[in-house]
């Protein structure tokens, strides 16, 4: 089974927003010289960050519908600058010009501003899987009673005649049981997708193909026995949804008696 961890990566100095100004000459909505190097100062810090709001301010000369539209502009400015130096910008980023309606400052210079709001940005990163672990590690882990289903061993259908590309697996399945002279396992066989009694006894029939390899490559015995269960311990409910779940229930494993 395929497990997907996410995980959320951000820097804790970066949680909270950041706030920067940028200041206009009277009457204009063009950026200034120090304004753009406000800007640049900030972006040369590398934060990853994406724009949230841009809120454009004025002061208090000029009608109201003069100073909203002045405001706007300026957004727009800021706007355009922010995305010629490729900074990301919320699809769904707050814009607004608040005119000349709001606390303003007795310094009229301090009204003429636009304010940048920064968020940290929030990555989602796929772990990848933990590569899976040989048959060697896993029988060198196991415990008297664990299962190990042997991987990629497979039968032509409804039958017990191992498909030759099993071959490998086979072989890896003999070198353990070499090289591990204290193991001894019982096999256990397992079909898939019908929903009564194994009724050729397919199961027991593949356990036993998998034993009589092992016999025949001079495997004592002593150290072996077989089992079909049928359909009586599905991974997943019968009938299965999809193919991936009549695979995993069509299965041989393996149960560590000794070790």
């Known amino acids: 089974m395929r497990v997907l961890v996410l995980f959320l990566i951000f820097s804790l100095s970066a949680f909270a927003q950041e706030k920067v100004e940028v200041f206009f000459e009277f009457n204009k909505s063009e950026l200034t010289t120090d304004a753009q190097r ?13 724009v949230s709001k841009i809120y454009g301010f004025c002061d208090w000369v000029g009608t109201n519908v003069y100073n909203d539209s002045l405001s706007l502009q300026r957004v727009a400015s800021v ?16 814009r607004k010009g608040f005119g000349e309606d709001f606390t303003q400052s007795e310094v009229q210079s301090e009204n003429r501003k636009v304010m940048i ?19 060697t590690e896993q029988v060198k882990e196991a415990k008297p ?32 049981m070499e090289e591990n002279p204290n193991l001894k396992i ?7 997708c019908q929903t009564k009694e194994d009724r050729n006894d397919v199961s027991t029939a593949r356990a036993r193909a998998i034993y009589n390899f092992l016999i025949r490559n001079k495997i004592d015995r002593k150290r072996l026995s ?3 269960f049928g359909v009586s311990r599905p991974l ?24």
């Open 186 to 192: 019982e096999i256990q066989g397992h079909i898939c």
């Open 38 to 50: 406000t800007i640049n100062d900030y972006l040369a810090q590398g934060k990853d960050v994406e």
């Open 145 to 176: 009673g664990d299962l190990i289903k042997l991987e990629n061993i497979n039968f032509h259908n409804n039958s017990a005649t191992i498909l030759p590309k099993s071959r490998q697996a086979l072989y890896d399945l003999l070198c353990v």
């Open 236 to 259: 997943y409910p019968i009938p299965e949804r999809t193919e991936e779940e009549a695979y995993a229930n069509r299965r041989v494993e393996i149960m560590v008696i000794e070790n």
């Open 117 to 135: 709001v920064f968020n940290p940005i929030v990555r989602e990163v796929i772990a990848k899987p933990a590569p899976k672990k040989s048959l």
């Open 79 to 94: 706007y355009d600058y922010l995305v010629e130096k490729g900074v990301k910008i919320r699809k769904d980023y707050e």
């Open 226 to 228: 077989f089992k079909g």
